[in-house]
């Protein structure tokens, strides 16, 4: 069984920072990619930022320049530096894994409970 774990969020003011956490656990064979999405009130879930297995990453044109992700392949975490924070940013973030658990053949997503940050103006 997987399981991510997510930590970090919280309340900032508008130009701070935070760092997300997430670590993934369980029967894992190989991760493909890990990425963090977020979810504001009443807004459909959206990525907000991707890293391959090889180092890759991608991220949303409305973070670019401000957000960072990085991974630890030894720990399982994926992490998400937040700087120069907006209100806009508020919103629930999730973490997702794309991974691969032993004994199966293929790929599937997994994702974290998800953890609150709020940007105060």
């Known amino acids: 069984q997987v399981q991510l774990e997510e930590s970090g969020g919280g309340l900032v003011q508008a130009g701070g920072s935070l760092r997300l956490s997430c670590e993934v656990s369980?029967?894992?064979?190989?991760?493909?990619?890990m990425d963090w999405y977020r979810q504001a009130p009443g807004k459909q879930r959206e990525l907000v930022a991707s890293?391959?297995?090889?180092?890759?990453?991608n991220y949303a044109a409305s973070v670019k320049g401000r957000f960072t992700i990085t991974k630890n392949d030894a720990k399982n975490t994926v992490y998400l530096q937040m700087n120069s924070l907006k209100p806009e940013d508020t919103a629930v973030y999730y973490c997702?894994?794309?991974?691969?658990?032993?004994?199966?053949?293929?790929?599937?997503?997994?994702w974290g409970q998800g953890t609150q940050v709020t940007v105060s103006s």
């Open positions: 997702n894994a794309v991974l691969r658990e032993i004994g199966r053949r293929y790929n599937q997503n997994y």
């Open positions: 369980g029967s894992i064979f190989s991760v493909s990619a």
């Open positions: 890293i391959t297995s090889d180092f890759i990453t």
